[in-house]
């Protein structure tokens, strides 16, 4: 069975400082997205992740993919308040069976 | 803008009494999903179509049924709610899984279900 680790589930920190949230997965996938859930909102794609050693950043936030250890990270660059959220990410099952399993979330509190 | 759309954002109903959920997109994807949340949880996958063909979960309860009368809508009805079904529901889509590599996923703003 697939199972997809996030740590750590809970992160605070101040305004300015990085930090990195890690996912890992137990078995062969390339594909691993990242999405962002804002309090009682929907998720919001962040990041899609298709190959060894892909690499995305959009703003304060970058995302990468080692196939191999079946690990990808979310890189945070000093965080201000508005990256404040619970971060999701998912691997994709091989296959195309449409399933996605999902970690179970970080909630990142980044403090003024 | 082609998005995913849920009505109602929030709906209330009494513990037993049938209620539906509704999805709507303009994204004319091929995949539609239906997803359970509940609080400080990751989203619980219950059921998908690809175009008109229904994949249940092995541990969705038989309370949960799923339409899709079209390729734009899917509803999602709750037979009889319990207490524990309280929880926000999320509706997805994806492209053809066919002629796509991937299968990222577009997610609606949900419905907020509350039982009394």
């Known amino acids: 069975e697939l199972k997809v680790e996030q740590n750590p589930l809970f992160l605070s920190m101040q305004e300015g400082k990085n930090y990195t949230i890690y996912c890992n997965y137990s078995t062969t996938s390339d594909r691993l997205y990242w999405y962002r859930q804002d309090p009682g909102k929907s998720l919001e794609s962040l990041f899609v992740?298709?190959?060894?050693?892909a690499v995305k950043q959009e703003g304060r936030l970058m995302a990468s993919l080692d196939t191999k250890a079946r690990l990808s990270t979310l890189h945070i660059t000093a965080a201000v308040h508005d990256l404040s959220a619970t971060y999701f990410c998912a691997v994709d099952i091989m296959g195309n069976t449409g399933k996605l399993i999902f970690g179970q979330g970080t909630t990142l509190q980044v403090k003024p | 803008d082609a998005m995913v759309i849920q009505n109602p954002r929030y709906q209330v109903t009494q513990f037993g009494k049938p209620v539906t959920l509704s999805c709507s997109q303009t994204l004319n994807h091929n995949v539609m999903y239906w997803y359970q949340q509940k609080s400080s949880q990751a989203p619980k996958l219950l059921f998908h179509?690809?175009?008109?063909?229904?994949?249940n979960e092995a541990d969705t309860p038989d309370n949960f049924q799923s339409r899709r009368p079209n390729t734009s809508f899917c509803f999602l009805d709750i037979r009889s709610p319990g207490l524990g079904d309280a929880a926000m529901y999320l509706c997805?889509?994806?492209?053809?899984?066919?002629?796509?590599?991937?299968?990222?996923?577009?997610f609606g703003p949900g419905t907020r279900l509350t039982v009394l």
């Open positions: 992740l298709l190959s060894n050693g």
């Open positions: 179509y690809y175009d008109k063909d229904f994949n």
């Open positions: 997805a889509t994806s492209r053809d899984l066919r002629l796509s590599s991937y299968n990222e996923q577009f």
